[in-house]
Every structure is written in structure tokens, then in C-alpha cells.
């Protein structure tokens, strides 16, 4: 089956990159019709700290009338580690997303936070302990700054500047015509994808949140720019779990363990090395992509 599905991973991975966009304009409305059905469950346990542990057991979920999307998932996550999710367009990789924010319920097998059914517990507490970053970052009319804090409003500029700092935005942010003044967003500045994107992370870093979700978030993000902000948010993600969706290979490949989707099924696992070392569809891709990164280093200098 590997001999099938090795070059149709390589090239969903290529054609990624032409789909993406049409892709996140899907996502966007979807996560914004979506009104997050309200726990019905009037037992639920309102989240008081940092959940310790989530586990993903032999999760499978079939959107309403399709055929399957994830099939018999399994990973746990706990403070201070990453969990990277890597595969071609359609694989799953935002529909575990959606299943861990829980915008979806698993159709079998359980999503376990601190040993809790994800059921038992308080839907906007969970939330409230998520930092999301999707692709598509939502800037609204305001500043710079505003858009920043928007999830930590009584943040110092200092505090926000910080924030931008680690997300690899301080120095674009500072060359904008009125630096963190500027207004941006509907009717102001126009900004490139991949500075809307760290304006997000920023965002995100700023809130503190102990849970990090990271779908596709630096993937607009040239790749040395890129790998700059990794090294930031290497110190920032100590104590927090981080779950990064991303079709770059080198955005997760400081993962404690990596999970490489293909049609909703886990066909590998492991750190970036023992991926490397099994020679599969990982190993495949890296030798791609890092061609690829040689190749734009050469064009940019
Ligand atoms: P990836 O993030 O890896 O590109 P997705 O999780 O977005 O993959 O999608 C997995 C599969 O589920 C795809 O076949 C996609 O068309 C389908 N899908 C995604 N969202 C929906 C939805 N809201 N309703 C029905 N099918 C969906």
C-alpha cells in the first residue's frame, strides 16, 4: 500500500501549495457559520487550571452524510511538549483541529483532558485555555497594537511589543508608517499574508494561553523568517502543550512527536530523526522540501 501512497503524499503535498488558498477561504467561513453548540450537558465541570494531559484515543469522525475523514487516532500531549501533524491537503489534519477545539464530536474512541471525557467538561473553559492560530488571521479595523491585544486587552505596550518580538512581527511592525499606531484591517493598511499571519501569533503569544494550536500558522511566512520564529517560540512553548498542522515540514519538525496523516490514517509517528531514519513517506518529503528550501535560498541571495 506504501507504493501507492508515497508518491500520491508527495504530490497532495505539492499541489498544497495551489489548493491552500481556496482551502482557507473554505475553512474561514466554516469556523465562522459554525455557532459552537452549547454544552447541553448542565453537569459539565468548568476547567479551573492548565488541563496536564489530552489524549486523542482511537479517535474516527465522519462529517454528517461522508464518508469517514479520521480514522482510529491516538496521541497524548502534555505541557512542555509539540505535537506536529503533517500530510496532503484533505488528509484530516484541520478536522483534528476541529475535533480538539470541539467543534465536532468524535463519531468512536474519546478526546480525554486530564483523564475527563472532553464531554464532562465546560465547553468555554476549555476554549478559554486554547490559543488558536489558523492560517487566516483575522485582523479587524484598529491598530496594530489593538489587534494584538485583542484577546489580552489591559496589556502593556511593552507586554505587546514582547509578543511581537517572538512572533518575529517587532521589526516589520516598527517600519509600518505609525509603527504599532498603525490601523490595519478592514479599511486600513493593507498587509502581506505573512505579516497578517505573525500579527495573529502575536496575538496568541500575548494571551498566554497553556494550550498553543498552530493550524498552518507561519505558512504564508518566508522560510527563514520562519525558522527564526521557531527559534522564539522554542523558550515559549516550555510549558504549554502545542499541537502545529502544517504542510512545511521544517515548522514541526522540532516536535516531540510528528504525525503523518494520510486519508485520516496515522501511517507514521515519531520524532523528526526516527522519521527520518524509517525512510517512508516522511523521509520522502523531507528530501523534497529541503531541495525545495536549497533551491529559494539560491533564488533569494
Ligand atoms: P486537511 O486539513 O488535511 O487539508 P481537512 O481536515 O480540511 O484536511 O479535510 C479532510 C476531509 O474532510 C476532506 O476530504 C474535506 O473535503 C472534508 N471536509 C472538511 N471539512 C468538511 C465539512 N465541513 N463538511 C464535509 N466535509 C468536510
Known sequence: AMRLILPLFVFGMLINQIQRSEASARRIREL???????????????????PQRIEFENVSFAYPGRERT?????????????????????????????????????DSGRILVDSSPMRAIDMESFRRQVGYVSQDAFLFFGSVAENIALGAPDSTRKAIERAA????????????????????????????????????????????????????????VDTRTEALIQENLRAFRNRRMTLAVAHRLSTVRASDSILVLVD??????????????????????????????????????
Open 32 to 50: 465562522l457559520a459554525q455557532k459552537p453548540t452549547r454544552d447541553e450537558n448542565p453537569h459539565a465541570r468548568v476547567l479551573q487550571q492548565a
Open 70 to 106: 479520521i480514522t482510529n487516532v491516538t496521541f497524548s500531549m502534555e505541557p512542555g511538549q509539540m505535537i506536529g501533524v503533517v500530510g496532503p491537503t484533505g488528509a484530516g489534519k484541520s478536522t483534528l483541529v476541529k475535533l480538539l477545539l470541539r467543534y465536532y464530536q468524535p
Open 165 to 220: 518580538e517572538i512572533a518575529g512581527a517587532h521589526e516589520f511592525i516598527t517600519a509600518l508608517p505609525q509603527g504599532y499606531d498603525t490601523p490595519v484591517g478592514e479599511r486600513g493598511l493593507k498587509l502581506s499574508g505573512g505579516q497578517r499571519q505573525r500579527i495573529s501569533l502575536a496575538r496568541a503569544v500575548l494571551r498566554d494561553p497553556p494550550i498553543l494550536v498552530l493550524d498552518e500558522a507561519t505558512s504564508a
Open 264 to 301: 485520516g490514517v496515522v501511517v507514521e509517528n515519531g520524532d523528526h530523526e526516527s522519521l527520518l531514519a524509517q525512510n517512508g513517506a516522511y523521509a520522502n518529503l523531507w528530501a523534497v522540501q529541503s531541495g525545495e528550501a536549497v533551491a529559494d535560498d539560491n533564488t533569494v541571495s
